[in-house]
Structure formats: C-alpha cells, structure tokens
DNA sequence: ATCTTTCTCAACCAAATGGTTGACAACGAA
DNA sequence: TTCGTTGTCAACCATTTGGTTGAGAAAGAT
C-alpha cells in the first residue's frame, strides 16, 4: 500500500470508477449497493475501490443500521491542488521568463509576433 | 495501458519518484541522466518513468545530439484542476446546504456543537 | 573507422491491483 | 427464532507496475 498520503490520492483517483463514484457522492450520500447498481461489476468490488477511497481520506462510512452511507470528505482535495497548483505555476513562471529572454533577443528567429503583451497573473 | 487521459494523468503523479521528477523539471529542462542522479535507481528506470509522465502528456522529449532533454508540460495540469475543482465544489455547496438544513432545525438532535468553524481533522 | 556517451528496448521478476466466488457478520422483519 | 438484506472478509486469478540486467541504436569524439 503506498506510504505518502498525496500517492494514495493521486492513486485513488486514477481508476475511472472510482472518479465516478466521487463525482456521485458529490451529490449526496450513498450506500454500496446504490453506487454498484450503475456497473456491471460485483458488489464486493465496488466495496474494494470505496475502501481504496476511504484509505485516501476522500471518503468515509458510517453506520446506520445495515446500511452503511458513504460520505465525501472534499476537504482532502486540497493536498492536491496545492501540490499541482505549485508546480504549474512555478512551471509557467519559467515559461514566461523563457519567453523574455526570446522577445529580448533582436531577430535570432524572426517570427516574433508583432504584438504588445498585457501582463497576466 | 490506460485508456482516458484523465486516469494516465491521475495514474503518472501517483507515484512519489515521478511527482519529484516533476517538481525537479519545473524549475527547468533536464537530461535524463541528469534526472537519475538523485536516485538509486537505474537510469533504465527513470527512462520507464519519463515514458509514463510522456504519456500523460505532462512531458515532452526533444533531441539535442546524444542528449534528449526532458521538458514539462504545465498545460495538462489544467485537466485534473477543472475536474478537482468541479466535484470540490459541489461537495462544499452541498455541505452548506445541510448545514442551513441542519441550522433551520430547531433543536433536532441537540448534540449541536457551538457554532465551531473548520473540521475538528 | 573505432570508441564513448546517452538513452531506449526487450526479457524477466516480484509485488500490487482489480476482478471473481464463497462464507459470514450485523441487523431489521416475519 | 428464522429469514432476507446489506456489506465485509478471505482466497484465488489475471494483468499491470516498478524494478532489474543485457543488448543495441544514435551521435559526437579520437
């Protein structure tokens, strides 16, 4: 089982299935048997990625008589977008710096666009 | 292999070498040799892990003599924020809702905490 | 031409993953 | 109590994954 808790997000995330069962309980609770009925699969299946999730920290399962509701915890979404959102911009920073260093050289390629930039972000 | 590009992003970043690869080409291009330096592991292997992150489309892989410089793709990041973002989102706008459900409830349940902001982790 | 460097491809291996079936625990209903 | 429903656990199986070693392609250096 991976260590890191960003791997076990990334990593929950990266089966179709699962997505969709995120983007279900984003609309409200379920239980197992609601979230297999869609698929063509077991439910003890389902049961495996819903417990792949809850190791994630995306979801969790409490109990209500046989029935157990899952709930998104969306809060855990965090850890990622602030891990990709580091890196992409660090990344179009670079870019961007990149493209400095182009437009200041006078004509070594030439098909510099005759444009006036703004200066985004 | 996977099929959707959304699973092939997910899937790339599950994996802490490959997550730090990236970290490490945001700040600028590099050789694959370059890349392996840190690790011990075979530069075989980070090859394998490069060819992962190329089919992601989150790196591209250009020629200069011998050497084949490693180059980020910021854009694709774009993928997995628009989806993040959406169910997050969604998750939150129903959280607030159960909670003016919740606070138009005279005294339901009665365990209500007092009035405390943020999860208790 | 022959070496050397840089990198990828192919074959192989151990471990993880996503699925199955079967057994059974927990609980409400009869 | 016994039955039906809901869900998990255990064992098993096929495929994928992350690593290895060994061979070889591509291009500059000698």
Known sequence: MAADPLSRVFSALADPTRRDIVARLAIGDATVNELAAPYDVTVQAVSKHLRVLEDAGLVSRSREAQ?????????????????????????????????????????????????QEGTPS
């Open 67 to 115: 029935r157990r509701p899952v709930h998104l915890e969306a809060n855990v979404f965090d850890l990622m977008t602030k891990w990709i959102e580091r890196y992409r911009r660090q990344a179009e920073e670079r870019y961007r710096r990149l493209d400095d260093v182009l437009r200041s050289m006078p004509d070594a390629v030439d098909t510099t666009p005759p444009k």
